[in-house]
């Protein structure tokens, strides 16, 4: 089936960091969404995207739909100890049959 | 408002027996998805129901089926249980069918087969 690659798989960084993660895939999405999990819990939806090359911000954070469909990418600015967790990309169109493709995701560790 | 609830939050069962999972959504919302993450595998679509019906599935064998009530509350059973399905299983609700973007995950139930 579909995969998606997603790195990098972990990062380790000093808190106030910025952080910078992508996605990319064999085929075309028409949504990129990025979700972040803490332990116990089910993903949370930080970000969606909609359009080739749109840009959307979230506070601290910016994601980014590839021009060529294919890829994304989420940039955390001034990390904080909360933002701690394993972060998610996913996309979503016809080429997966609508149904949502997920990376194996990033675990992000901030060092306060 | 309430959130998606999962029950059980933990199971732990033996190979060959089945298992009933429960995901009751949102109010209000009609779609329920199922989700089995894995360190190996990650997330995987399961399947996801809208109205009752199933409306698109995941690549998994027969043995893992679902279902949906008229009150939108949905039930997933594995059955024949493998060692391989000890997993943290997720069930998402949302608006309408295909609506990622709309979609809330619950905490997810804990099956270990042992």
Redesign the interface.
């Known amino acids: 089936g579909q995969q998606l690659n997603q790195s990098p798989q972990s990062m380790f960084i000093q808190e106030g960091e910025d952080v910078s993660m992508n996605c990319t895939s064999s085929s075309i999405f028409n949504t990129w969404l990025w979700y972040k999990q803490d332990p116990g819990e089910g993903p949370v939806l930080l970000i969606a995207l909609y359009k080739a090359g749109e840009l959307t911000s979230n506070g601290r954070l910016t994601a980014q739909f590839g021009i060529t469909r294919k890829d994304s990418f989420l940039n955390i600015s001034a990390s904080i100890p909360s933002d701690v967790g394993i972060y998610f990309c996913a996309g979503q169109g016809l080429s997966s049959n609508y149904k949502l493709t997920f990376g194996k995701g990033t675990l992000l560790t901030v060092n306060p | 408002k309430a959130g998606?609830t999962q029950t059980p939050r933990y199971l732990i069962k033996t190979r060959g027996q089945q298992v009933t999972l429960s995901c009751s959504p949102i109010s209000g919302h009609r779609s329920v998805?199922w989700?089995q993450q894995t360190p190996g595998q990650?997330?995987?679509?399961l399947f996801?129901y809208f109205s009752e019906t199933q409306r698109?599935k995941?690549?998994f064998p027969g043995r893992f089926s679902g279902r949906q009530f008229s009150n939108s509350r949905s039930e997933m059973n594995v059955s024949t249980l493998e060692l391989g399905d000890s997993a943290l299983y997720?069930c998402?609700s949302s608006l309408a069918a295909?609506e990622?973007?709309t979609?809330?995950?619950?905490?997810?139930t804990r099956l270990t087969v042992l």
């Open positions: 998606v998805s989700y990650g997330l995987q679509f996801e698109n995941g690549n997720l998402a295909q990622a973007d979609q809330y995950f619950g905490p997810g």
